[in-house]
């Protein structure tokens, strides 16, 4: 709410509903008026007599002055001043933000509110030491998507409160998230100063269902925990930064799954082995960064339940997938990780590329043979075998696409492409309609979350719910 224009404009009392209705009103001076603070007093005496929670100055440090100065000794008990400042170029240094804080402290306000922009998730940290250390009530927030972490976690770092949008896509400000998403998908209300800090690194990051997924396990198994989207540009940076043990564990997306091996202190051999890290553990003890590599966990496990015929492996002994040939399609990160799996569960591994030499080299590597893509065609394998795809042909929007004939599927037993959206791509349909089983992406999805979820908490991984959100996001 701005302040009043003249003399004569009465805006105060017509809030009085509002402030009865536990309202934060934002008072700021108009741009005629900035400088002059020529607030009405009528309009002074009307607030000072209905406002019963909380008014905010904002970015008028003189109209706050002069406000404070004129209820001395008549404030309302309940209410509480707030006086803000807003920048919207970057977040200063811890010392700048210190020497704002008590300059907005000096005009005698209850809470201060500092808004900065983040121009790295980085900067959040200054943001909250300046929140975890003032000697005066706090409301620390980051602008853009690379703040919004000051958001959520102001609940466990001494934050006077958040704030968000009533609707998404409707904002006030660069990154603010929906109040629901903030209640909801982050479980705002049970995060407290012990809650332990978890989050999907990556860039692009915002279209990731993993905090509705980790967020609702931790509640269902009653962990402390909260997991977020965190938008990254430098991973070693990132994790430099955030080093405390509450910073428990990260999951790692496109593009820092190679990146995120070298900051590890210790590695899983066969994440090492496959080159990538998909997620960190910090161990509380020492505060050392454990990497491994669930992306191959998850397909490979998913295609063994697909030979199986049910997601119940407790009582089989041994994987189906011993002694199998194993045909991949594609030999970047994923189908490094298959390849890798699949190895070490036993099976034969064939890589076909559309670069020969990459399907070569990777084939070399796990020791297997290479095949030119052309091939596939005509590829007649040995009865039992698999063919799994982990390129992104048939992805949304390219649904029509598919890496492979038709007349070519009948040979294999089982079909897995790790391609989520849409849940059956055409590989998988045409494979159904020439009689093969099959396994899609979102089981490999569920199945790598299983494990990471075990690793961050120690406890069994929700699977049914899992399953259900997955089956409800997708």
């Known amino acids: 709410m701005r302040a009043p224009a003249s003399p004569d404009e009465k805006i105060f009392p017509s809030l009085l509903f509002l402030i009865t209705c536990r309202s934060i009103l934002t008072v700021r001076a108009s741009r005629a008026t900035i400088g002059k603070s020529e607030t009405s007093p009528d309009g002074l005496r009307d607030l000072k007599r209905d406002a019963l929670r909380t008014l905010g100055f904002r970015e008028d ?168 989207h965190l938008l990254v540009d430098d991973i070693a940076n990132f994790l430099h930064t955030y080093s405390s043990t509450d910073f428990s564990g990260f999951s790692v997306g496109i593009p820092h799954k190679e990146a995120a091996l070298k900051c590890c202190d210790e590695v899983d051999p066969i994440a090492k082995s496959i080159g990538a890290v998909n997620c960190i553990v910090r161990r509380p003890t020492d505060g050392k960064l454990f990497g491994l590599n669930t992306d191959y966990f998850g397909s490979i496990s998913a295609i063994e339940d697909g030979l199986r015929g049910s997601h119940d492996k407790s009582n089989i002994i041994g994987s189906p997938l011993a002694g199998r040939l194993f045909v991949i399609m594609g030999a970047g990160g994923a189908g490094k990780a298959l390849a890798y799996g699949a190895k070490q569960k036993g099976a034969r591994i064939i890589i076909a590329n559309r670069k020969y030499d990459r399907a070569r080299k990777l084939a070399d590597e796990v020791g297997g043979d290479a095949l030119p893509f052309a091939d596939l065609a005509n590829f007649h394998p040995e009865d039992g075998a698999i063919l799994a795809n982990s390129t992104s042909v048939g992805m949304q929007p390219n649904i029509d696409e598919t ?4 007349h070519a599927l009948r040979s294999y037993s089982l079909v897995f492409d790790a391609v989520y959206n849409p849940r059956m791509t055409r590989l998988l349909s045409e494979a159904a309609e020439s009689g093969v089983r099959v396994v899609c992406g979102v089981e490999m999805l569920i199945g790598q979350a299983y494990e990471q979820f075990e690793r961050f908490t120690g406890l069994p991984a929700p699977k049914e719910l899992f399953r259900k959100i997955m089956d409800n996001c997708l």
């Open 61 to 228: 440090s003189k109209v706050a002055h002069e406000f404070i100065d004129s209820i001395n000794g008549n404030k309302p008990e309940k209410l509480k001043v707030i006086v803000s400042s807003h920048n919207y170029q970057d977040t200063p240094s811890v010392k700048d933000l210190g020497d704002l804080v008590a300059r907005i402290q000096a005009t005698g306000a209850d809470i201060v509110r500092i808004t900065t922009t983040a121009l790295d998730i980085t900067d959040v940290a200054r943001i909250i030491q300046i929140s975890v250390h003032s000697h005066v009530p706090v409301i620390g927030l980051a602008m853009g998507e690379r703040g919004l972490i000051s958001r959520i976690l102001c609940a466990k770092f001494g934050g006077y409160f958040t704030s968000g949008t009533l609707h998404s896509g409707i904002v006030s400000v660069p990154g603010e998230p929906a109040i629901k998403d903030i209640l909801d998908v982050y479980n705002f209300r049970l995060i407290r100063p012990c809650t332990k800090m978890f989050g999907v690194i990556g860039k692009p990051i915002s279209h990731s269902k993993s905090p509705l997924l980790y967020n609702e396990g931790f509640k269902s198994v009653g962990f402390d925990g909260v997991y977020l």
């Open 403 to 406: 890496p492979i004939p038709k």
